[in-house]
């Protein structure tokens, strides 16, 4: 079974960084697609971005420019480094694992843009 574990949240005041890290553990193979979603309270469940095993990307648009996702293959992590954060970036941010039609979703780690 896939297990994802999430790390890297915490209260960061507008304007600030903070990266946040995800390493995947099971029956993981390639191709495959990590990513990260995030869910504020009373909201759906949004994409925030994904890249593929093969290093493409893709963002939110809100993220653009602000948000750098990257991983390691070998490893089976993924990574975001958030930047120029903003009151609306507050979330609970989940790591997301498709591999072999199947979603696989980390517990979460909660986000909190405030001054």
């Known amino acids: 079974q896939v297990q994802l574990v999430e790390s890297g949240g915490g209260l960061v005041q507008p304007g600030g960084s903070l990266r946040l890290s995800c390493a995947a553990s099971?029956?993981?193979?390639?191709?495959?697609?990590m990513g990260w979603y995030r869910q504020a309270p009373g909201k759906e469940r949004e994409l925030v971005a994904i890249?593929?095993?093969?290093?493409?990307?893709n963002y939110a648009d809100s993220v653009k420019g602000r948000f750098t996702i990257s991983r390691d293959n070998a490893k089976n992590t993924v990574s975001m480094q958030m930047t120029t954060l903003k009151p609306g970036d507050t979330a609970v941010y989940y790591c997301?694992?498709?591999?072999?039609?199947?979603?696989?979703w980390g517990k979460g780690t909660l986000v909190t843009v405030s001054s």
């Open positions: 997301r694992l498709t591999v072999a039609n199947r979603a696989y």
């Open positions: 890249i593929t095993s093969g290093g493409s990307t």
């Open positions: 099971g029956s993981i193979f390639s191709p495959n697609t």
